[in-house]
């Protein structure tokens, strides 16, 4: 993973910005608003009845809880990635891959015994369940971050022992849930974008393309394509609050991005994904543009 320093630049309004810097500048603007606009305005849903999959038995110290792993072709699905790919994501610490969940309320149950107990239901998208059925990595990842999902949402400590129950789908009855139908803005990519007017440089680093989009209104995430590397060695990699810098080993990559976000430097991660060659980021922001 390549080193993660601290860089506080001193930008002023005076400088001059080039035409792909300022064209950067309105797209992430844009996109930053439609969000802010999402979030201040009653945001659009739809109504979704998620289908039965499988139960699992945990506690908390208010008592037993299961959790209902339900599918439904309304959930989006994560990126399609071969497990070892995954697996190797993970080693690295990789904080960009996601997978997306619908976690529902907690309702009232009782269990074979008759005795009180609380459920929750949390929905993945079918394709991905269907693939999940076959694979015991992917089951146990889900199970992972869903219950991990339920322990920040509800602020509920879950205790990490775990079983499926055998021949029970669910337990109690599984609600209809609500999910955002807005799909969030994405910034275009701009890694290698020239202006008509701007002359490609001939000779020096080059400059490696660039993938942005704003993964939540906290979080603006990135990825870099290096295709010339094989790992992070000789990467360095500079974050100040409004400021990406990168450079490559034998100055073979160079990268100076102003973004016009306020980026909380101490929370950023970066890992190097060695099979697709890029370098991937995830920033979280301290605030949004007004």
């Known amino acids: 993973m390549a080193d993660l320093k601290l860089l506080v630049p001193e930008l002023n309004e005076a400088e001059t910005m080039s035409a792909e810097t300022a064209r950067f500048e309105e797209l992430l603007l844009q996109a ?50 071969t497990e070892d790919e995954l697996l190797q994501m993970l080693e690295e610490d990789q904080a960009g891959f996601r997978i997306p969940m619908s976690l529902g309320e907690p309702h009232a149950e ?9 459920a929750y239901d949390v929905a993945v998208n079918s394709d991905f369940y269907r693939r999940m059925q076959n694979s015991d990595f992917l089951r146990e990842l889900v199970i992972t971050i869903a219950r991990e999902g339920l322990e920040d949402k509800y602020s509920l400590p879950l205790n990490p022992e775990w079983r499926i129950l055998k021949n ?58 290096l295709p010339k590397l094989e790992g992070a060695l000789g990467l360095s990699l500079e974050i100040g609050e409004n400021r990406l810098v990168m450079g490559g080993p034998q100055q073979l990559y160079h990268l100076d991005a102003y973004i016009p976000l306020r980026i909380s430097c101490d929370e950023s991660k970066a890992a190097f994904h060695q099979k697709r060659k890029q370098l991937m980021v995830a920033m979280p922001l301290l605030s949004m543009p007004s």
């Open 110 to 118: 009782m269990d074979a015994k008759g005795q009180g107990c609380t």
């Open 168 to 225: 029970r789908p669910f337990l109690g009855s599984i609600s209809q849930q609500n999910i955002r139908s807005q799909q969030r803005p994405r910034i275009q990519e701009l890694g290698n974008l020239y202006m008509p007017d701007s002359p490609r440089p001939e000779k020096g680093p080059e400059k490696p393309h660039l993938n942005l989009w704003l993964e939540a209104p906290d979080l603006l995430l990135a990825e870099i394509d």
């Open 32 to 81: 930053s608003k439609e969000l802010q606009q999402a979030q201040t305005s009653r945001p659009e849903s739809t109504q979704i009845q998620p289908q039965p999959g499988f139960c699992i038995k945990t506690n908390s110290s208010e008592g037993k809880v299961f959790i209902n792993i339900c599918h439904s072709p309304s959930i989006p699905p994560p990126a399609d990635l």
